[in-house]
């Protein structure tokens, strides 16, 4: 493998603790050194600023969901890709790319590792199959647990020991990375005809509540030590006065103290924050209550979260959460795609336009700007669109700019058709804080690498790192004339290295690079009583065998990395 010198860049890395100090980057053999030899190739970072490769804590990028929504949505099918040097593939799609063009786009704004945020277990194969197909980033897939039928048959009569080696088992069968939890007890009860709207409603016919069963994710979680903690999409999304539900939710992690192997302090990660920080009675009266939420996380240290930020595009939704889609529907009368899982979970897809001339859209706008702005620690809480469900990642760089520049989001607020209930219902006019270049490494690197568990690989430019690092066009000696400047410099890399191997120069793609499968290997003590309802459980309801549901091998997992964690102790 090629060296590397980034010299004279203005280094922003949290992880080191360096602000924009001017340094050099070696890298030698994939991974970030102290020196390496005079004849290591120079990549001129004068007046650049240098960063880590940024980690994305949470998207839908790969899987079942993702691709009915390509393909029952054609109109989104944008072909903007234009293959460079023979070396890019090509693709398509703005709100649902094309596996290659999902690779390649987040690669071109500095991203070298993103997480899957919900596998249906059942599919786990065709994600992978899809993981595979996606250039460069390294990848992991959260399975759904929070309405699963083992999960929610063991937590009810209080079984942690044989929740957590049920985990265990699906982890290692789906080749998952992390607990998901998707409206608890909610998607299931929707099989139902039903739902779960606050964490004490009762799941049909399980006789459990969304209360127990995060409780006992949140337990079986640590009781394994995984390397993130339980990661939730709480129960009442986007409804007007959901966000009573969503402080129900976090109060559950409370007294809960993590098994902390992996660097991270949380036991719970909130997910995109945007979505359950809504107050008012009804559409009318809709309010932001992202004071009341950050306030509750910046006092509570046990909770990381990430935005969710409202981009104003037109962008496709899709979640596991199967009852919110079906109301999504009803509301915008847009077309609908839902589909059970089984034993497992289900999913819905329905289209969406967050319009600027709509109060509702611009008032979810403000609240995801606000969340980011009023947390107190940047390294608990993480940009995203939820992508694409607030909006396409592709439009991570004008997020960026909204949270850097105070100018940016006035310039915003003056183009809403509805300014007067932007301003009357959220507080986004009265905030004049802007994100520093060091606020920004800790949003998009070094705290969404720790709450994950891999600080020790990524999110930061300590020698040993994997060489994960992006150089962007942004000189911070200087003040930004311009906030149109910013967008544009963090849409498009001056330089990216993702394990020591260049794949991005110019803004343009050089390399497909070596991705990796990034996935969880837990040993648990024997447990046959599990086994024996694994087994059960698939002759009795499930529509394939045991051996053609496990996702083995090289041919469905490329490049697997395996994190070893022991619980056996
Ligand atoms: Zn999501």
């Keep these: ?35 390496v030899s005079s004849g290591a190739k120079v990549i001129d970072a004068k007046d650049k600023t240098v960063m880590a490769g940024a980690v994305e804590i949470h998207a839908h990028i790969a899987g079942p969901k993702v691709n009915l929504g390509r393909i029952y949505r054609p109109e989104d099918k944008l072909f903007s890709c234009t293959p460079t040097k023979g070396i890019e593939r090509m693709g398509g799609g703005a709100s649902i790319p094309t596996t290659f063009k999902t690779g390649y786009e987040y690669a071109k704004m500095g991203y070298t590792t993103a997480m899957e945020a919900a596998m249906p277990p059942l599919f786990s194969r065709h994600v992978h199959e899809e993981i595979r197909d996606t250039p460069i980033i390294d990848e992991a897939a ?29 982890l290692r069968a789906t080749k998952g990375y992390a607990i998901k939890v998707v ?69 559950i992690a409370q007294g809960i103290k993590p098994k902390n192997k992996f660097g991270r302090d949380q036991v719970m990660h909130l997910t995109h924050t945007q979505f359950h920080s809504y107050g008012g009675t009804n559409w009318g009266d809709f309010e932001s209550k992202a004071k009341e939420i950050t306030d509750y996380v910046n ?34 009368h847009l077309k609908w795609a839902n589909v059970d899982v089984e034993l497992e979970t289900a999913a819905g897809v329905v289209p ?35 992508h694409p469900n607030a909006g396409p990642f592709t439009r991570y760089p004008r997020v960026i700019k909204w949270l850097m520049s105070a100018k940016a989001r006035e310039a915003q607020i003056n183009a ?5 209930k932007v301003l009357s219902q959220s507080s986004i006019g009265t905030i004049d804080r802007e994100l520093s270049l060091y606020e920004l490494a800790q949003m ?23 060489a994960d690092v992006a150089v962007y066009n942004f000189n911070p000696d200087k003040p930004v004339a311009n906030p149109e400047d910013i967008e544009k410099a963090f849409s ?60 083995l091998g090289h041919h469905f997992v490329p490049n697997p990395y395996a994190i070893e964690v022991d619980a056996t102790q």
């Design 1 to 35: 493998m090629s060296e590397y010198l980034i010299k004279n860049g203005h280094v922003f890395d949290p992880v080191q603790g360096i602000k924009g100090d001017k340094k050099d980057i070696a890298i030698n053999d994939g991974k970030i050194v102290d020196k």
């Design 142 to 170: 959260f399975p759904v647990f929070g309405n699963n039928w083992f999960v929610l048959e063991y937590l009810k009569n209080q079984e942690i020991e044989n929740t957590a080696a049920y985990c265990a088992w699906l």
């Design 183 to 251: 409206n608890p007890g909610g998607t299931e009860a929707w099989g139902w005809g039903l739902n779960c709207l606050s964490v004490n409603d009762p799941v049909p016919y399980f006789d459990i509540t969304p209360a127990e069963i995060i409780k006992g994710l949140i337990e079986a979680n640590e009781y394994l030590g995984l390397p993130h903690s339980m990661h939730i999409h709480p129960n009442n999304l986007g409804n007007p006065g959901c966000y009573q539900t969503t402080l129900d939710t976090l109060k």
């Design 299 to 332: 006092k509570n240290k046990n909770i990381t979260i990430d935005t969710g930020n409202v981009t104003l595009d037109e962008t496709t939704t899709m979640t596991a959460d199967g009852p919110f889609e079906h109301h999504l529907t009803g509301l915008n």
């Design 352 to 386: 969406y336009i967050y319009s600027p001339n709509i109060s509702v859209c611009a008032i979810q706008w403000a609240i995801g700007l606000e969340i980011a702005l009023m947390m107190k620690d940047p390294m608990r809480c993480y940009i995203t669109t939820d």
């Design 416 to 420: 809403f058709k509805h300014k007067d």
């Design 444 to 466: 998009t690197r070094a705290g969404p690498a720790k709450s994950l568990g891999l600080s020790a690989m990524c999110g930061g430019l300590k020698p040993g790192m994997d």
């Design 492 to 551: 498009r890399c001056a330089a990216v290295f993702k394990s020591g191997v260049q794949v991005v120069s110019n803004g343009d793609i050089v390399s497909n690079g070596q991705k990796r499968t990034l996935w969880v290997d837990v040993k648990v003590k024997e447990n046959p009583q599990v086994m024996r309802d694994i087994n059960e459980k698939f002759i009795k309801y499930y529509s394939m065998t045991q051996n053609n549901y496990e996702a």
